[in-house]
């Protein structure tokens, strides 16, 4: 089944304990992507990699760290989490084939930082 | 600057009523324009998505939108509503400098009335 995965879940944490939330696709996208969703605000993108060791920012970088050192997985780090980083993580992968394919989403991590 | 403004909140309807959730876009060409939903627990998936020619889109589980170029718009609408389409709905405009870089709007939660 072509789907995109996520974990952990559901993580609680406290400020500055270095924290790492993987994202994997089995799709053979060249496209990944980290969003945040918080209340009012909708999604707003964090980092994403058109390829293999090719990333970039976002509108909202700060505090996080991504590699993608493989086509599959696209991790998102988060060197010293502060209460502000408390959201709703989503990863979302697409084709580079077609301009502006379909963006797949992962099932949404929610972090808590205390 | 691209961007969407989806200006309901939250927005109930009866089962068996229609739909119409409304999108204004900013964007200086013509724009690529998606509707995705967000069921509970769930990430978001693709409606429908319009980048040119007929400007009423057909999406999956019955719904359709229309881009309107004079009112800058891209409502979602659906004539008659199921329990199950109870969830957050999202319109995402791309932005044609950087590929696959989708600006999402606030969201639009629809509770449906028994």
């Known amino acids: 089944e072509a789907q995109v995965t996520q974990n952990p879940r559901y993580l609680i944490t406290v400020t500055g304990k270095k924290l790492t939330v993987t994202c994997s696709q089995n799709?053979?996208?060249?496209?990944m992507s980290w969003y945040r969703q918080d209340p009012g605000l909708g999604l707003r993108q964090i980092y994403y990699?058109?390829?293999?060791?090719?990333?970039d920012k976002g509108d909202v970088p700060e505090g996080y760290k991504v590699s993608r050192k493989e086509k599959r997985n696209f991790p998102l780090i988060l060197e010293s989490p502060s209460p502000n980083q408390t959201s709703l993580y989503f990863c979302?992968?697409?084709?580079?084939?077609?301009?502006?394919?379909?963006?797949?989403f992962g099932p949404g991590t929610r972090l808590t930082v205390l | 600057a691209q961007s969407v403004t989806q200006p309901d909140i939250h927005i109930t309807v009866s089962e068996g009523a229609s739909l119409e959730l409304r999108c204004n876009y900013s964007y200086g060409a013509t724009p690529y324009l998606f509707w995705y939903v967000q069921s509970p627990g769930q990430g978001l998936q693709l409606l429908l998505k319009y980048f040119s020619g007929d400007t009423l889109v057909q999406g999956i589980k019955g719904f359709e939108a229309e881009f309107k170029r004079s009112q800058s718009s891209f409502n979602l609408r659906k004539p008659s509503v199921h329990w199950s389409d109870a969830a957050e709905y999202f319109c995402?405009?791309?932005?044609?400098?950087?590929?696959?870089?989708?600006?999402f709007g606030s969201g639009t939660r629809l509770s449906i009335r028994p």
């Open positions: 979302a992968s697409s084709s580079q084939r077609e301009l502006y394919n379909e963006q797949f």
């Open positions: 995402a405009v791309g932005q044609y400098s950087s590929a696959s870089k989708i600006i």
């Open positions: 799709m053979n996208h060249e496209y």
């Open positions: 990699s058109m390829n293999v060791e090719v990333t």
